[in-house]
């Protein structure tokens, strides 16, 4: 059974940081992308961060790019999610989610929710002004 499952999220004032871990079961990295979107009341769901596991190669939207960083430990199935210089526009709820195509769908077809095949339960991120 495929499971994903966000967590790490808190209150942090402005200018904070936080580490938003991803814990991946029944499937292995192999072939996969895991991606960080955030869904802040009334909003759409927005990718954050990409990452291919397998070769380690990254995407970020330029909504924060410079400020988050994504990361995986393959050996223990995480994907991370670094957090720094937060913004209360940052607030949302933040997940995880997989997709079984390459990296390079992404950068040329988009960051887009309805590609990503499965996903976890998501981890609220509140940050103060």
């Known amino acids: 059974e495929v499971q994903l499952q966000a967590s790490g999220g808190g209150l942090v004032h402005a200018g904070g940081s936080l580490r938003l871990s991803c814990a991946a079961s029944g499937f292995t990295f192999d072939g996969y992308v895991i991606g960080w979107f955030r869904q802040a009341p009334g909003k759409g769901r927005e990718g954050v961060a990409c990452?291919?596991?397998?070769?380690?190669?990254?995407y970020y939207p330029e909504s924060v790019n410079g400020r988050f960083t994504v990361s995986s430990d393959n050996a223990k199935n995480m994907v991370y999610l670094q957090m720094d210089s937060l913004k209360p526009e940052d607030t949302a709820v933040y997940y995880c989610a997989n997709g079984k195509f390459p990296l390079d769908v992404v950068i040329n077809y988009g960051f887009k929710a309805e590609f990503f095949n499965f996903w976890g339960r998501g981890t609220l991120v509140t940050v103060s002004s």
């Open positions: 990452i291919s596991p397998t070769d380690g190669r990254t």
